[in-house]
């Protein structure tokens, strides 16, 4: 990865958008990089509500990104109710945040959902093969899984009935902000996308 590097020597645009992008796409291949995960945010009744989620994929040529959830859960409401998605990572190591934005696809038992879920790990597929959705309320601490789940104990074929709530939601950006810390001085880029192509590129006050 580039960063971090001197200030001074950010001086282009095109160069920032770039390397946002060449971020995004480590984020989402390299479990390691602090922008695996992201925290997203979507709106009910004039009140945010954020989470985190891991980033699953980015198609930096598109300027799409995706995350994985259950169909069954609170966030799908919020998406599916304003079809919208605000999204932030941040990488301490390489001085970045990155804000972004767009409209959303909600992606149910498609071809993207097949690819994607033919991608999870055994272990992760429990969580979609409970009867219980996300946010039941329980009578006591537990993880919420029957026994057979918490011991691994579903073959794959299995497992695929947790298909039936996997969802990949797309968002597809229409608005980035780089924000980069550094003793020198702070910088601040925004760039905004039309139809996933870059439509604007400026330098903010940090
Ligand atoms: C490190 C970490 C990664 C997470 N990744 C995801 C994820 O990829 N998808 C997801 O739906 N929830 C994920 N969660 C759980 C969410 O943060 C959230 O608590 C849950 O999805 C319920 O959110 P909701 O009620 O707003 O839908 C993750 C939590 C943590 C701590």
Same mark, same amino acid.
């Given at each position: 990865?580039?960063?971090?590097?001197?200030?001074?020597?950010?001086?282009?645009?095109?160069?920032?958008?770039?390397?946002?992008?060449?971020?995004?796409?480590?984020? !989402?291949?390299? #479990?390691?990089?602090?922008?695996?995960?992201?925290?997203?945010? $979507?709106? *009910?009744?004039? +009140? !945010?509500?954020? #989470?985190?989620?891991?980033?699953?994929?980015?198609?930096?040529? $598109?300027? *799409?990104?995706? +995350?994985?959830?259950?169909?069954?859960?609170?966030?799908?409401?919020?998406?599916?109710?304003?079809?919208?998605?605000?999204?932030?990572?941040?990488?301490?190591?390489?001085?970045?945040?990155?804000?972004?934005?767009?409209?959303?696809?909600?992606?149910?038992?498609?071809?993207?959902?097949?690819?994607?879920?033919?991608?999870?790990?055994?272990?992760?597929?429990?969580?979609?093969?409970t009867d219980q959705p996300p946010t039941t309320e329980l009578e006591q601490p537990s993880t919420g899984l029957t026994?057979?789940?918490t011991?691994?104990?579903?073959?794959?074929?299995?497992?695929?009935?947790?298909?039936?709530?996997?969802?990949?939601?797309?968002?597809?950006?229409?608005?980035?902000?780089?924000?980069?810390?550094?003793?020198?001085?702070?910088?601040?880029?925004?760039?905004?996308?039309?139809?996933?192509?870059?439509?604007?590129?400026?330098?903010?006050?940090?």
């Amino acid at each position: 990865m580039l960063l971090p590097i001197e200030p001074e020597e950010i001086t282009d645009l095109p160069f920032v958008e770039n390397l946002c992008w060449k971020m995004l796409v480590e984020g !989402a291949t390299n #479990r390691k990089s602090a922008m695996h995960q992201a925290v997203i945010s $979507t709106a *009910k009744d004039n +009140l !945010a509500y954020i #989470r985190t989620v891991v980033l699953r994929r980015v198609d930096a040529d $598109t300027r *799409k990104i995706y +995350l994985h959830t259950d169909n069954r859960s609170k966030k799908i409401e919020d998406i599916e109710r304003n079809g919208h998605l605000s999204w932030l990572v941040y990488d301490q190591s390489l001085r970045s945040q990155i804000r972004l934005s767009g409209k959303t696809i909600v992606h149910h038992l498609d071809d993207l959902c097949a690819e994607q879920w033919s991608k999870t790990g055994h272990h992760s597929r429990r969580y979609y093969m409970t009867d219980q959705p996300p946010t039941t309320e329980l009578e006591q601490p537990s993880t919420g899984l029957t026994d057979a789940l918490t011991a691994f104990d579903y073959t794959l074929e299995e497992s695929e009935s947790g298909f039936q709530h996997f969802v990949v939601v797309e968002t597809c950006i229409d608005w980035m902000e780089w924000y980069y810390t550094h003793s020198k001085g702070n910088r601040r880029a925004r760039f905004i996308y039309a139809n996933g192509s870059l439509a604007g590129a400026n330098w903010l006050m940090p």
